[in-house]
């Protein structure tokens, strides 16, 4: 994010900054004065592109503890429902063993000696006998089943408890990361602020500028159908509005564009650009084809789609639309094939 910004801004006013800062050099060194440094507004500048990438380290980190936390919540759920359900198990169990102990009391209550010898009929006693002889062997079965139905319901309840405390843990992690994004946003927004008008002006205008035009792509073919597909929808986002944590329709952050786009193709991305980097397999740059993913910086905290001949569409940073741009806008270039 923050390289090709500092591409971006060689032209237009920075070129006029330039000639400028020669022109008072060449008058300094003229009058023995000391030699002129960089003016105040572009520290500004380079400041704001800082921040604006500190802000997309933020906001990957932001989008994998909120993917975290929605996964999070569907396991507590599915644990919930199972626990639920295991508790009526055991309700069952139980209301069954008591009915079967109820049962066996009002039939067996007597020595079997004694009962046998006030049986008026004893083949009839020794049938029902055998009877009482399964059922306790039956109750037993159950009793067991139903010692270990409880084991396992502490089991999932305490495995339900974890992701509970996972879950709170990631919703922290989410706030956090969420208010490091907008502490540097607004930090951003209050520098360029701070620059005079004119120049303000040409930073935006920098920004918007002569990317979203269709560069040259004949002859640049997508190696399968989904690619193609997720080519397509990358492309008709040109325009749309940089929004930080946001995987469209309306609005992007680098790789929720990516995402959003190879979903249109029925392909299920991850999330962050970090593990989209490695959602397929690793080719060199120089194979790029169009689709390909390319993760920029160490960290791949950028995501872009390579569409050929050397260039990407990509959800740049805020104030700037998604837009083409160069492949080699930023350093450490990877190249990731779905």
């Known amino acids: 994010m923050g390289s090709h910004r500092r591409l971006v801004q060689t032209s237009g006013f920075n070129r006029g900054a330039g000639a400028a800062l020669c022109v008072l050099s060449a008058a300094a060194a003229a009058l023995g004065a000391v030699p002129a440094v960089a003016a105040p507004s572009d520290d500004t500048r380079a400041e704001v592109d800082r921040l604006y990438e500190e802000a997309e380290h933020a906001t990957e980190a932001y989008n994998k503890a909120d993917e975290r936390a929605d996964s999070l919540r569907e396991e507590v759920g599915t644990a919930q429902d199972g626990i639920a359900r295991q508790q009526e198990r055991i309700n069952s169990m139980r209301e069954a063993l008591g009915s079967l102990a109820g049962a066996q009391y009002r039939s067996g209550g007597l020595d079997p000696s004694l009962a046998l010898l006030f049986s008026d009929d004893p083949d009839e006693y020794l049938d029902k006998a055998a009877v009482l002889d399964r059922i306790s062997a039956h109750q037993a079965g159950e009793l067991k089943d139903l010692q270990e139905a409880m084991r396992e319901l502490t089991q999932e309840r305490s495995e339900a408890a974890r992701k509970l405390g996972e879950l709170e843990k990631s919703r922290k992690a989410v706030a956090a ?157 990877t190249v990731t094939r779905p």
């Open 177 to 333: 990361h969420k208010r490091t994004v907008e502490r540097k946003l607004a930090r951003a927004r209050e520098l360029l602020n701070s620059l005079p008008s004119d120049e303000r002006a040409a930073y935006d205008r920098a920004s918007r500028s002569g990317r979203s035009e269709m560069p040259d792509l004949s002859g640049a073919v997508a190696p399968s159908g989904r690619a193609a597909a997720a080519v397509s929808a990358a492309q008709s986002a040109i325009g749309m509005p940089y929004v930080w944590g946001a995987n469209g329709p309306t609005g992007f952050d680098c790789s929720g564009l990516t995402q959003w786009a190879y979903a249109q193709a029925g392909v299920a991305l991850p999330r962050t650009s970090q593990a989209q980097r490695y959602a397929g397999r690793q080719v060199p740059l120089s194979q790029a084809r169009p689709g390909d993913l390319v993760t920029y910086r160490g960290d791949a905290s950028h995501v872009g789609m390579y569409v050929g001949n050397g260039q990407v569409v990509h959800a740049p940073y805020p104030g700037a639309p998604v837009r083409y741009d160069p492949v080699g806008m930023m350093p450490g270039a």
